[in-house]
């Protein structure tokens, strides 16, 4: 089936810095989005990308939604131990409407 | 609910029995998921329901799994003769069909199998 390449797999980072992961396909997406899991709960929605090229805030979060609909960054600028959780890129499938494809996650720890 | 609600939150069995995991989504939602996060790795998607239609049964990954789901409300994910690989976080989430805004997940069902 369609996968996801995510990277980085775990970023370990003083509080302050900024934060850059992506993802990568071979395949063509509808949709990106961009969830945040922390210890014990399901995954949050962050970010939602609809169009390619689109490029969305959320507070100190960006992402894009790449040209080719292959891939999308999410950008975190001055980190707080709060952003600490596991973060997953995903996409929604063309062919199979609603049917969303994960990325494997990045782990962000936060030293303070 | 205002949320995706999934009983129980814990579960431990023992190995060969059958365990079934429950999901509330939310209301007016007419699509639902399952997915299964192993410790420390991804989300894989294990099946898909979408109002009457039949249910994507794809991701499921053995005839031990079984899901229903009652119209569009409460769905069930069965395992039956559980494994120790069948240990994981089970996770459900839901979503409005049209314009796609993501999912709502639940916080899951630990599933321990010793």
């Known amino acids: 089936g369609q996968q996801l390449n995510q990277s980085p797999q775990s970023m370990f980072i003083q509080e302050g810095e900024d934060v850059s992961m992506n993802c990568t396909s071979s395949s063509i997406f509808n949709t990106w989005l961009w969830y945040k899991q922390e210890p014990g709960e399901g995954p949050v929605l962050l970010i939602a990308l609809y169009k390619a090229g689109e490029l969305t805030s959320n507070g100190r979060l960006t992402a894009q939604f790449g040209i080719t609909r292959k891939d999308s960054f999410l950008n975190i600028s001055a980190s707080i131990p709060s952003d600490v959780g596991i973060y997953f890129c995903?996409?929604?499938?063309?062919?199979?409407?609603?049917?969303?494809?994960f990325g494997a996650g990045t782990i962000l720890r936060v030293k303070s | 609910g205002a949320g995706v609600s999934q009983s129980p939150s814990n579960k431990v069995t023992e190995k060969g029995k059958d365990v079934e995991l429950r999901c509330d989504p939310i209301?007016?939602?007419?699509?639902l998921y399952w997915y299964r996060q192993r410790l420390g790795q991804g989300l894989e998607f294990l099946i898909y329901?979408?109002?009457?239609?039949?249910?994507?049964k794809s991701g499921l990954p053995s005839d031990r799994f079984s899901a229903e789901r009652t119209g569009e409300s409460v769905s069930t994910l069965t395992i039956q003769r559980t494994q120790q690989e069948d240990s994981a976080v089970y996770l459900c989430a839901s979503s409005l069909v049209g314009r796609f805004y993501g999912y709502t997940f639940g916080s899951g069902t630990r599933l321990t199998v010793v």
């Open positions: 995903a996409a929604e499938e063309v062919e199979y409407g609603n049917k969303l494809v």
């Open positions: 329901f979408q109002g009457n239609s039949a249910p994507d």
């Open positions: 209301s007016g939602h007419t699509a």
